[in-house]
Each structure stands twice: as C-alpha cells, then as structure tokens.
C-alpha cells in the first residue's frame, strides 16, 4: 500500500522483482506530491529485519528520496510511522541501490515515509532481508 498514487505507479511496482531501471515509467511505485507520503509493505507475519535494500529513480529528481525513513514494526499507528526507524535516507544516486541495516529490528510492517509538506515517493524496488522467529530466512 501506499498513502497515494500518481498514475499507474502502484504500489506493488516497488516488490514486483524490477529494478524500474529499463522501464521506469512501468517499474517504479509513485505517490502524488503530499504532505507525509508513505510507502507499507506487510510481511504477514513477525520478522527480524536485518537489512533493506532500496532502489531510486534514474531518471529526473532521484533527491526526492533524501531523508526518507524506513520504519519496521507491528503498529499502524499514524501509518506506520510511529514504528523505530531502521535508518533515514540522506540519499541514493539515481538509478542505484542502498542497503541499509535494521540490526534485526522486528516487525510486521515495513514502511518508507517522508516527512513533509510537499513530497513525492518514488520507489523502484524495496527488498528485504530477515528471519521468522523460527529463524526461517526472508
């Protein structure tokens, strides 16, 4: 899910196993630009997150990622973003890839958020890696 979306960027564009980075118009998640913009991802279950790998835009306004935060937890409360932060984003080159380290923060949800007035989240691939509390990898 995520808190809009601009044109056909849903959502699910930023798990489908794509990049964006041949096709950015049909790879890439997109909110509208937005007070907040945010981005979930709901394992279904309780995981250890030890890393998140996030891939920008390469075309126009990779900045637009600068100080995003990537939340892991069970809340949805103020759409996740009361969740501990894993890291803040201070930026991603366009059309790269930069993993991030939760130290195995645990959690159901996964979410990305600016904070914000006028904002838009752009995301072309989120992947992430951890453990069930089985120990049963992600």
Not at 28 to 34: H, I, V, Y
Not at 68 to 90: D, K, M, Q, R, W
Not at 111 to 137: M, Q
Request: proline share 4%.
């Amino acid at each position: 899910m995520q808190s809009s979306t601009s044109a056909d960027w849903f959502a699910e564009k930023a798990i489908d196993g794509n990049r964006g980075l041949q096709q950015l118009n049909t790879g890439c998640s997109s909110t509208l630009n937005e007070t907040n913009p945010w981005w979930r991802l709901d394992l279904h279950d309780v995981y250890r997150v030890s890393e998140v790998v996030i891939t920008n835009r390469k075309n126009c306004c990779a900045e637009w990622i600068n100080g995003a935060e990537i939340h892991i937890g069970n809340s949805l409360e103020n759409n996740g973003t009361n969740n501990p932060i894993c890291a803040v984003i201070p930026d991603i080159p366009a059309g790269k890839s930069n993993n991030y380290s939760c130290n195995r923060l645990e959690g159901r949800y996964v979410i990305i958020h600016i904070p914000g007035d006028w904002k838009i989240l752009t995301l072309c691939e989120v992947e992430v890696y951890g453990y069930l509390a089985g120990n049963s990898l992600l």
